[in-house]
């Protein structure tokens, strides 16, 4: 029987009117413009951002195939380095946690993944990097059970966009042979991200990914800034359908467009 854990680069180009994000582009093209005016004499400040959207050739090698039991995520060889990924302008990155010491990404971990199926009768643990729709993204990441994302200087993470997988929608909608559907009220399906900084807690936030019968099935951007100042985020997973060993509900979501301040 599969083992399952219920427990829960490139930079990406883009000069906006107000909000400046890191170019890659023509280096005469103009990325630092003037403030624009907020009335008076007084400019309003430009943030400078920056957006990792897990894009470009070496996420893309990240991407598993098949999607259970692959070589990056279910390494054989037991001297294979853990499944890690590193956005090279942000230092954003992450490690699969290796919860059972065997690193297989049943241990949980944040994988690179472009599958879309939005057929639900695929919703199982055999396509569980799949999402059912596209952001208008090639990549996406996919978080599975208690993971975590470093940054080795602390920054804040303004946004991110977040969508269930298909695994998770089709249990949520329908259940399955060890976890409810989640379609009635009181039932719910939810992320707690804990951000730290120099290993000390600074806040907590949670996002639902289903409640009282209505579940994510659209990208739906969160916001990040209640953080503050992170050098790590972890991501939990909490839900209505949980018993003696944990969550029952499939601990999945997608994550993609992380917007960190400079």
């Not at 009768?121 to 994302?149: K, P, R």
């Not at 080795?152 to 089709?170: D, F, H, W």
């Amino acid at each position: 029987m599969k083992k399952l854990l219920f427990m829960s680069a490139a930079a990406f180009c883009l000069c906006a009117l107000s909000v400046t994000f890191t170019s890659c582009g023509n280096d005469d093209e103009k990325t630092n413009p003037e403030p624009p005016s907020g009335g008076g004499d007084t400019p309003v400040p430009v943030e400078n951002l920056q957006l990792v959207s897990f894009e470009g050739n070496y996420f893309t090698a990240l991407i598993d195939n098949p999607q259970y039991g692959g070589p990056q995520l279910y390494p054989q060889d037991p001297e294979a380095p853990l499944y890690t990924w590193t956005d090279e302008i942000t230092t954003l990155s992450s490690t699969l946690t290796d919860a059972w010491g065997d690193k297989q990404y049943w241990g949980g971990g944040i994988t690179i993944s472009n599958y879309i199926d939005a057929d639900l009768a695929n919703g199982d643990s055999d396509h569980q990097l799949a999402v059912t729709t596209s952001n208008g993204s090639s990549n996406f990441a996919v978080v599975n059970g208690t993971s975590y994302m470093t940054l080795k200087t602390p920054r804040v993470i303004k946004s991110m966009e977040i969508m269930n997988t298909t695994y998770a929608l089709n249990v949520i909608k329908n259940g399955n042979a060890y976890a409810q559907a989640l379609t009635e009220p009181g039932t719910y399906f939810e992320v707690q991200v804990t951000g730290y900084k120099a290993k000390q807690q600074t806040a907590t936030l949670k996002f639902d990914l289903a409640r009282d019968g209505v579940a994510v099935e659209a990208w739906k951007t969160i916001d990040m800034t209640s953080l503050n100042e992170v050098d790590s985020v972890v991501f939990e997973f909490f839900g209505s359908d949980s018993g003696d060993y944990g969550l029952n509900t499939p601990a999945y979501f997608a994550l993609d467009n992380v917007v960190i301040k400079q």
